[in-house]
């Protein structure tokens, strides 16, 4: 009684609910036409336009204008493919290159090309990264970074790590993690069922830190913000004393957040000493290294991270200093019992089958709080075997270079104050127009300037560059260096173009 | 006393800490070269070859053999062009054509060439939604998609959404709002200040609930799993139940999971039953459309999510049936009272400038428990575009009969059972290999024939379908129709192939 073997081939129509079900309706022909007619308009217009220093970083419009004009609305009816070729060209025109050279505002920038074509090919790919059955290359492509990355962070042992979707989501692992380690009941009882728990972090850190709190029920009173100097590093004694306060209350401390590279100033906060009040009180100690991770590549240079290998866990950005391209985020853990799994599976017997024909333990997926979850870590692999290394640390120890001539070229021009010397890429400075120079209590006066001279840059599309108060100083530059398409000629650049937009005011 | 004007062009050079600083010292040219020779692969192998129903969807290896194949360890210096061009093509052979017509394993398939366009723009423009500043034609494309689903959806007062790595990320925003309507505090304190929280959930729903239970805090034993029906569908009166039960403990149940699309059998929780009790006992409505959201495009299959209007919140995949691709999640929450930037904003200073010169309430960043976050919806508000509203509904009305065809397909062959009569494109059934079909008891003796039959056919390549046991139910087939790319023909074929890989069992 077996199904009669069909004919190969066309089968007569058949019609369901009124559709016809019989061959593919997309037009595969069709199909190829639109990618040859728009692969060009990116190549040249987001890819290598973008990355010109010649054309302009940015064409600013307002909200309201922009809105008008990309006519935004969806509809019924779809449109023919010379109108939605403009569409791409119009989303390439007002986006903000990040990928410029004068592209100075956030963390990330630069463009590589082994990245992009990464990238490139795991979106044509589409894969999800649960199971080896799906997603074999880039599974193991990930694996092979990690334990990379876990070999240079100095975990001897070896350790585990998974990527993640942003620094932040990694940050929040870290806390998640720290607690179960800790009070393994958390998974399943909950905090309702568990004394106050309190963690600790410095008053430069990033603001991930209280999402986490706020985000796992941790509460951001429960995160106990330790003191910097003036450097923006975290001072050892102070966290000891906090870790005493939080005893005295009948708390149960369980971990601290050091951070290897903050958000503005660039600073490292002393990570021996860190480890060594970790150990006295039995506190998980994490390592949010998503910015300075990258110093970790340079001989020259990861002394700045000296003691990283003591960190229970770090969390370290590749898509940041290294250019991988947003996202690359990974979080690693210095454990060898399936930390990971434990605190986070679920055992999805429709995904994680157990009775697979090959070794599941390549399944790793459920070690995520994610289902879905991107391959992030291909295009870093891709772009490390292109360039090795040796080319990764050349980057680094450039960019820094670059930090320290921009820092020295500051000090040499009138107008410029640097906020502190430099220790990381991130250049902080003030730039005091003339007619402020001699007035006794600059900062305030200096307040505006900032927010002036970014709007006129943007608006002539010269350069991005970023700017914040901070604690209590007033408004001023946070200058980034990372790519290699960045030379000594933008940061005279930059310099000259502040003052020219800036000095009338 | 300002600067002097420098002349512009090359500067003399300036060597800092052994680095020469003139110039970019990444190659253009060679870059330009590197992707003129890879991006023919990529079109040709990543696109178009596995989108071809006459080639392979996976060509399997061992994770043993892959990792030799693909030489995955990182090295001090870099490879050669020809060398990295060819690790571009192994990366493309071994992984799984996910858009290949005859990959019917996970709840995504197939492959839209306008989405994969929009997907190669935001990779070389490479932003992150933080802020108009640097992602303007982003932001405005997300917030137009996220108007138009929860127009959609049906709240006529609007609503407001944010976009999430993957619809886990989705429902841990559900469950992080929730409790934060009910308990602003917690935010600040934290759940060790408040009662016992209690979530409710159907045994059929998606693994995540149970995952965000864990992450947040709330505790696996605290989601109280309510019993569903034959279909798969919640059981509201066991619902009621669940939450007196609760109440009678003493602790406070805030909220509900309906799901509209079940992982397995693509079952529809019957959500105006759901809201009543919601109503009646104060709790917050989610409901898991991540899957099931896609009916919503279709004025025929609209009705399995019949309520879902009265939600509080949504969270709905366009990545899986709309065909988006990898990741495209949307969580929108019916409130108008900003309610998702009270609950996650953290209020960085540096990023979230107050004193810039446009309306910064298009700052949406701080909406996100992410930091950098990816462009999501652009590819989906391309797509939308290039094919209408109705293109979609097409898509997902044939999709649909194709699952109807199937299902009577099956019930005509001998050695194939249904599991029951598919609502949705899951298609789950039994293969009885000749051997079996006359003992009594079947299921015990099937369960081994699923996972025999899913090595064969991936080891031949010539399709991907997958299995799992469920409750008391020996593994099935779990059969998932999405792609216009899909024929009848490749039905017939999945049962042909199917018998033919299964009959010597």
Same mark, same amino acid.
């Given at each position: 009684?077996?199904?009669?073997?069909?004919?190969?081939?066309?089968?007569?129509?058949v019609?369901?609910?009124?559709?016809t079900?019989n061959?593919p309706?997309?037009?595969?022909r069709e199909?190829?036409s639109?990618?040859?007619?728009?692969?060009?308009?990116?190549?040249?217009e987001?890819?290598w336009?973008?990355?010109?220093?010649?054309?302009k970083?940015?064409?600013?419009?307002?909200?309201?204008?922009?809105?008008?004009?990309l006519?935004?609305?969806?509809?019924?009816g779809?449109?023919?493919?010379p109108?939605?070729?403009?569409?791409?060209?119009?989303?390439?025109r007002?986006?903000v290159?990040t990928g410029?050279?004068r592209?100075f505002?956030q963390?990330y920038?630069?463009?590589d090309?082994?990245?992009?074509?990464?990238?490139?090919i795991t979106?044509?790919? &589409?894969?999800?990264?649960y @199971?080896?059955?799906?997603a074999p290359?880039f599974? %193991?492509? =990930?694996? !092979?970074v990690l334990?990379?990355?876990?070999?240079?962070?100095?975990w001897?042992?070896?350790g585990d790590?998974?990527?993640?979707?942003?620094?932040?989501?990694s940050?929040?692992?870290?806390?998640n993690v720290?607690?179960?380690?800790?009070c393994?009941d958390v998974?399943?009882l909950?905090?309702?069922a568990?004394?106050r728990?309190?963690?600790f972090?410095s008053?430069e850190?990033?603001y991930?830190v209280?999402?986490?709190?706020?985000f796992?029920g941790?509460g951001?009173?429960?995160?106990?913000?330790?003191p910097?100097?003036?450097?923006?590093?975290m001072?050892?004694?102070?966290f000891?004393?906090q870790?005493?306060?939080?005893?005295?209350?009948g708390?149960l401390?369980f971990m601290? &957040?050091?951070t290897a590279g @903050?958000?503005?100033?660039?600073?490292?906060?002393? %990570?021996e =000493?860190? !480890?060594?009040?970790?150990?006295?009180?039995n506190l998980?100690?994490?390592?949010?290294?998503?910015?300075?991770?990258?110093?970790l590549?340079?001989k020259k240079?990861?002394?700045l991270l000296?003691g990283?290998?003591?960190?229970?866990s770090?969390?370290?950005?590749?898509?940041?200093m290294l250019?991988?391209?947003?996202?690359?985020?990974?979080?690693?853990?210095?454990?060898?019992?399936n930390?990971?799994?434990?605190?986070?599976?679920?055992q999805a017997?429709?995904?994680?089958?157990?009775?697979?024909?090959y070794d599941?333990?390549?399944d790793?997926?459920d070690k995520s709080?994610?289902c879905?979850?991107?391959?992030?870590?291909?295009k870093?692999?891709?772009m490390?075997?292109a360039i090795?290394?040796?080319?990764?640390?050349?980057?680094?120890?450039?960019?820094?270079?670059m930090?320290?001539?921009?820092?020295?070229?500051?000090?040499?021009?009138?107008?410029?104050?640097?906020?502190?010397e430099?220790?990381?890429?991130n250049v902080?400075?003030?730039?005091i127009?003339?007619?402020l120079?001699?007035?006794?209590?600059?900062?305030?006066?200096?307040?505006?300037?900032?927010?002036?001279?970014?709007e006129r840059?943007?608006?002539?599309?010269?350069?991005m560059?970023g700017?914040?108060p901070?604690?209590?100083?007033?408004?001023f530059?946070r200058q980034?260096?990372?790519?290699?398409?960045?030379s000594?000629?933008?940061?005279d650049?930059?310099?000259?173009q502040?003052?020219s937009?800036?000095?009338?005011?």
């Amino acid at each position: 009684p077996e199904p009669p073997a069909e004919p190969k081939g066309k089968r007569p129509p058949v019609l369901v609910d009124g559709v016809t079900l019989n061959g593919p309706t997309l037009d595969i022909r069709e199909a190829e036409s639109f990618l040859r007619d728009a692969m060009p308009i990116i190549m040249e217009e987001a890819v290598w336009k973008a990355t010109d220093v010649k054309e302009k970083v940015c064409e600013w419009r307002s909200p309201e204008q922009l809105k008008d004009l990309l006519d935004l609305e969806l509809r019924e009816g779809g449109e023919a493919h010379p109108q939605i070729l403009q569409r791409c060209r119009d989303a390439i025109r007002y986006s903000v290159k990040t990928g410029h050279p004068r592209f100075f505002n956030q963390l990330y920038a630069g463009m590589d090309p082994y990245s992009l074509v990464g990238r490139f090919i795991t979106e044509a790919i &589409n894969p999800s990264l649960y @199971t080896y059955e799906v997603a074999p290359v880039f599974l %193991l492509t =990930e694996e !092979a970074v990690l334990q990379k990355m876990i070999e240079i962070i100095g975990w001897q042992e070896g350790g585990d790590g998974i990527f993640s979707p942003g620094g932040s989501v990694s940050n929040m692992y870290a806390v998640n993690v720290a607690r179960y380690h800790h009070c393994p009941d958390v998974k399943v009882l909950g905090l309702s069922a568990l004394p106050r728990l309190v963690m600790f972090t410095s008053q430069e850190c990033h603001y991930s830190v209280a999402k986490a709190a706020a985000f796992l029920g941790i509460g951001t009173n429960n995160v106990y913000v330790i003191p910097s100097d003036k450097r923006g590093k975290m001072i050892p004694a102070e966290f000891e004393k906090q870790v005493q306060r939080a005893k005295d209350e009948g708390a149960l401390p369980f971990m601290v &957040n050091a951070t290897a590279g @903050t958000t503005v100033l660039g600073a490292f906060d002393p %990570l021996e =000493e860190i !480890a060594d009040i970790c150990e006295r009180h039995n506190l998980w100690m994490h390592v949010d290294a998503c910015w300075g991770g990258g110093a970790l590549m340079s001989k020259k240079h990861r002394y700045l991270l000296q003691g990283i290998h003591r960190a229970n866990s770090v969390a370290w950005n590749p898509h940041k200093m290294l250019m991988a391209g947003l996202q690359c985020c990974a979080f690693m853990v210095r454990d060898k019992t399936n930390l990971l799994q434990r605190c986070h599976s679920a055992q999805a017997s429709y995904l994680f089958q157990q009775d697979k024909f090959y070794d599941v333990s390549y399944d790793t997926g459920d070690k995520s709080i994610q289902c879905s979850r991107k391959p992030d870590a291909f295009k870093f692999w891709l772009m490390w075997k292109a360039i090795g290394t040796k080319g990764l640390e050349e980057r680094v120890d450039r960019a820094l270079a670059m930090a320290r001539y921009l820092a020295e070229e500051i000090k040499k021009r009138d107008g410029f104050r640097l906020v502190m010397e430099p220790e990381y890429t991130n250049v902080c400075f003030w730039y005091i127009p003339p007619s402020l120079r001699d007035m006794a209590d600059g900062p305030e006066f200096w307040r505006n300037v900032a927010p002036v001279v970014k709007e006129r840059m943007m608006k002539k599309g010269s350069m991005m560059v970023g700017y914040q108060p901070h604690g209590d100083k007033a408004n001023f530059f946070r200058q980034i260096i990372i790519s290699p398409q960045v030379s000594r000629e933008d940061m005279d650049f930059l310099l000259d173009q502040i003052h020219s937009l800036g000095m009338d005011l």
